[in-house]
């Protein structure tokens, strides 16, 4: 996972895999809630438990 999604824009799994704590988040972004971290530690762990292959298409 990265900390920034392409153009520099923040993505929570970078801040959660940068030791951020879930309060910390919820205080530098007060729009969002405990629910949403929620949803997306939940997110990523169903994308992780599958396997991808990726082809070239071009």
Not at 2 to 31: H, M, N, V
Not at 33 to 58: G, K, N, S
Request: proline fraction near 9%; charged fraction near 25%.
């Amino acid at each position: 996972m990265r900390p920034t999604r392409p153009l520099g824009k923040p993505s929570l799994d970078g801040f959660l895999s940068a030791g951020e704590s879930q309060d910390e988040i919820l205080r530098q972004y007060p729009s969002l809630e405990p629910a949403d971290i929620d949803a997306c530690l939940r997110f990523a762990a169903e994308l992780m438990a599958h396997r991808y292959t990726l082809q070239r298409v071009a």
